[in-house]
Every structure is written in structure tokens, then in C-alpha cells.
């Protein structure tokens, strides 16, 4: 079992939050530092601390119900899209962001990279799909 977190505790019911949804298998929460003002967070119940720990079928039960509530929130909001994002560094319990964009919003994407050649490309290729 890993460390227990924030997340434990508010899906205990140790700390409040405001939940938007919740199943058997996971809660959806608002962000308290929100990127934008009804960024979501959907939470498995179990904790796990990075996606490929976790079982295919909660995995697949997880974006099947950030399917909907991203529906829910683009409808509620009326924004014009939901970015989803699984980054996992900031807490080390597994959880999906929604964050209710707009088309002429000024939120920057991430900063990119170019690869020196095609060859590094294809080496960065190759040692993926050696992993598969």
C-alpha cells in the first residue's frame, strides 16, 4: 500500500471537498488550485500511484466516466472544449485533470522539443517499440 495522501483522506471523507460525482470506484472533485475555475479532478478509490499500476478495467471504467463528465462540464461551463491530463507527480495518488478551456483562452500549451535528426527519431522509435 502506498503512502497515505490528500486524496485517501478526502475519498475517506477526512477532508472536505466539492465532490461533483461519484461511483463505487472513484470520485470527482473540484481542484483547489484550479488552472481554471471548474478544473476537475476524477479519482480512483484505490490508490495507485501511476497509471500503468492500475488495472485495465479501472483504467477503462476511468475515462469511460471522464467521458461523460467532460460532456457534463463543456455543457455546464459552456466552455468550448475540456482538456484532460494525467500528469501524477504532484500527488502520488493516480487522478485524470478535466480543466474547462476556451478556444481564445490564454492558457500556454507545453514547451516543445525538435530532435536533432531524423535518426534520433527513429532511435527514440525503436526504443519504444522494442518495449512493447
Not at 37 to 44: D, M, Q, R
Not at 107 to 128: C, H, P, V
Request: glycine residues 4%; hydrophobic residues 40%.
Amino acid at each position: 500500500m502506498q503512502n497515505d495522501t490528500v486524496f485517501s483522506k478526502i475519498i475517506r471523507g477526512e477532508i472536505p471537498a466539492t465532490k461533483v460525482y461519484e461511483d463505487e470506484k472513484c470520485i470527482a472533485i473540484l481542484d483547489i488550485n484550479p488552472v481554471t475555475k471548474g478544473h476537475t479532478l476524477l479519482i480512483p478509490k484505490e490508490p495507485y500511484e501511476w497509471v500503468q499500476d492500475v488495472p485495465d478495467a479501472l483504467v477503462a471504467h476511468l475515462f469511460i466516466q471522464a467521458k461523460h463528465l467532460l460532456s457534463a462540464i463543456k455543457k455546464g461551463l459552456s466552455c468550448d472544449y475540456v482538456q484532460l491530463s494525467v500528469v501524477g507527480k504532484d500527488v502520488p495518488h493516480v487522478h485524470i485533470h478535466l480543466i474547462p478551456r476556451f478556444f481564445n483562452d490564454t492558457l500556454e500549451g507545453w514547451s516543445t522539443l525538435s530532435y536533432e535528426n531524423q535518426d534520433e527519431k527513429e532511435r527514440f522509435g525503436e526504443a519504444i517499440r522494442k518495449s512493447i
